[in-house]
């Protein structure tokens, strides 16, 4: 029950994630620069406190009793992981949307999954899987597959979508969250970029586990008062907010320079477009962005493993980002082999979740198994 939920987590997260574009594109007149950080002040600064504030009791205590060195790396992986996502374009600017995004969603997928794993065979620490243990139990196997499922997935549709620019040249490229991108293909360019962004773009991930040591404390002041419950559902919420003070850095610097450069810090003020509209609808894409970290930290704390919750935070958002696509008719006018081959890459993705939802379910069976046997053990 507990690995069903987790997935159930991880889908609402992800559907968010895919979703959270969708406000934006109700914005009238403003720069993308403009309405972008309007958004990010609340993905960022705003709400990840706001939450924190409401689910974990004294979480600027657990913050301020947080060793420098935690903050610092936490908060370094933050901004890590903002210039990851702001060189996404670069990748798609040389390699196309469809490769650059395969590429680097395939990377970030990769290495934030794997990553925390190896790191903990080479610094153990209690309760963390190591990639030892992954690839010697049948469990963590299952999950390996299902990430190798999902890279595959992730490739045909990049096939699709590079099909699909050829067909519809005449129209701009625009990248899934319907931002127009110049392209101009340059490979060797594009694949050291995109594996920059892919490897930089992981480093949430990373934040996560090198700020655990909050959320670890936010578990266990709640166990205390709540015994034989599981774990906190929401314990990750103290961790976010300092990862999200890195992001906010990288993003807030980036948009106040194209501001500069593009003269558009009028957008804030300008009558002539409906500013309330555009401030709810920045408000609200932002706070949508935010949600999916939300549900994240509630599928990791149900299923209890880095691993499986990256992958099926990863691929749900990519199911919820191609699904729209479909749903908005994006591709219309493409013909029918292209239409089976986003099909397939979908269908593939959807396999690859099942795999890790099967991986995880053998998991929770193994330590149930295990506590079972100490408990019968001890009686006797």
């Known amino acids: 029950?507990?690995?069903?939920?987790?997935?159930?987590?991880?889908?609402?997260?992800?559907?968010?994630?895919?979703s959270f574009y969708m406000p934006y594109k109700k914005v009238k007149g403003w720069h993308w620069e403009s309405f972008w950080i309007v958004g990010g002040i609340f993905s960022w600064f705003i709400v990840p406190p706001l939450a924190a504030y409401l689910t974990i009791p004294g979480f600027a205590d657990i913050i301020k009793g947080a060793g420098s060195s935690t903050l610092g790396i936490t908060y370094l992986f933050g901004v890590l992981w903002g210039i990851g996502g702001l060189t996404y374009g670069l990748g798609v600017r040389y390699l196309g949307v469809s490769l650059g995004s395969s590429i680097i969603l395939g990377l970030c997928m990769v290495f934030g999954a794997i990553i925390p794993s190896i790191y903990y065979?080479?610094?153990?620490?209690?309760?963390?899987?190591?990639?030892?243990?992954?690839?010697?139990?049948?469990?963590?196997?299952?999950?390996?597959?299902g990430l190798v499922v999902c890279i595959i997935g992730i490739i045909i549709c990049g096939k699709a979508g590079t099909m699909k620019e050829k067909q519809l040249s005449a129209s701009r490229a625009t990248d899934p969250h319907g931002l127009e991108i110049k392209t101009e293909y340059k490979f060797a360019l594009g694949m050291f970029v995109s594996i920059i962004s892919g490897v930089l773009s992981a480093c949430f991930n990373f934040g996560l586990e090198a700020?655990?040591?909050?959320?670890?404390?936010?578990?266990?002041?709640?166990?205390?008062?709540?015994?034989?419950?599981?774990?906190?559902?929401?314990?990750n919420n103290v961790t976010y907010v300092v990862v999200l003070w890195g992001g906010l850095t990288t993003n807030f610097i980036w948009c106040t320079i194209l501001n500069a450069r593009n003269k558009t810090f009028g957008d804030y003020a300008n009558k002539k477009t409906p500013l309330l509209n555009n401030y709810i609808f920045s408000a609200l894409a932002g706070t949508t962005w935010f949600l999916q970290f939300f549900f994240y930290g509630m599928g990791e704390s149900k299923l209890g493993n880095g691993p499986s919750s990256w992958i099926l935070h990863m691929a749900f958002i990519i199911l919820t980002a191609n699904m729209w696509g479909l749903v908005l008719k994006e591709w219309k006018g493409v013909n029918k082999k292209t239409l089976r081959t986003i099909a397939v890459g979908i269908i593939v993705i959807v396999m690859a979740v099942l795999l890790v939802g099967l991986g995880n379910r053998l998991h929770e069976k193994l330590k149930k198994e295990k506590t079972l046997t100490y408990v019968n053990n001890k009686t006797i």
């Open 1 to 18: 029950m507990q690995s069903i939920l987790g997935v159930i987590f991880h889908f609402i997260g992800g559907f968010a994630s895919g």
């Open 121 to 145: 065979d080479l610094f153990p620490k209690e309760g963390k899987d190591t990639f030892s243990v992954l690839i010697h139990t049948s469990w963590g196997l299952t999950v390996i597959a």
């Open 211 to 235: 700020g655990k040591p909050m959320a670890d404390l936010a578990n266990e002041i709640w166990k205390t008062s709540h015994p034989n419950q599981g774990n906190f559902l929401y314990q």
